[in-house]
């Protein structure tokens, strides 16, 4: 397969899994079930480690990111296959993400849906080593953990110290816990969404 041929397979896989969410989604909301679904392209169902994040649809002509968030809920362990894993994460950012109601089915047209896919963690020890813009990050300790995908600090002009505080805060640690208390990891991600002008 040619490098044009690999991007249009993935671009495809792409457009598959955002269809996936939205569909997941609307039938969750209409049913309660989940939706019956076996893709045949074999890296959909490699086991991957996924969030979802949905926002709401912001105006004509404005980036992704400044819709006003909706639902945000993933998983960190690659334990099921990606496929799955997005129908999952989609269900429970629009149906149990805490900070929110339920998506209405009446809504859900109003929202826009991004698939992260998390790439391995590697373990970090000191913040040079932190890409601020391209590394989520993972904290676990004290029998606690908290993620913060890659786009976050931008978003926040955080430098690498501030994005570090602010993921011991979700994590509910102090803000000093690394090194000593906890384990930091970066990742990155494989994300992304649907048009912002598509119906």
């Not at 994460?89 to 998506?103: E, G, L, M, Y």
């Not at 011991?168 to 990742?187: I, M, R, S, T, V």
Request: hydrophobic residues 45%.
């Amino acid at each position: 397969m040619n490098d044009h041929s690999a991007d249009e397979a993935q671009a495809a896989r792409h457009r598959a899994l955002l269809t996936l969410a939205r569909e997941s989604i609307a039938h969750h909301v209409a049913t309660g079930e989940r939706l019956a679904y076996e893709p045949e392209d074999a890296q959909l169902r490699e086991p991957a480690a996924v969030f979802v994040t949905l926002r709401e649809r912001p105006e004509a002509g404005a980036p992704f990111e400044e819709g006003e968030l909706r639902g945000c809920i993933g998983q960190i362990e690659a334990k099921d296959p990606l496929y799955a894993a997005v129908q999952d994460a989609a269900i429970k950012a629009a149906t149990v993400d805490p900070r929110f109601n339920p998506v209405t089915a009446e809504e859900l047209p109003g929202l826009l849906i991004e698939v992260s896919v998390l790439s391995p963690f590697r373990p970090v020890e000191r913040l040079e080593e932190i890409a601020v813009g391209q590394d989520g990050l993972l904290i676990v300790g004290e029998r606690r953990r908290g993620l913060l995908l890659p786009e976050v600090a931008p978003a926040y002009g955080w430098g690498a110290r501030e994005f570090v505080r602010a993921l011991c805060q979700k994590a509910g640690l102090p803000g000093n816990a690394w090194p000593e208390l906890a384990q930091l990891y970066a990742f990155t991600t494989e994300s992304f969404f649907e048009a912002v002008d598509s119906e």
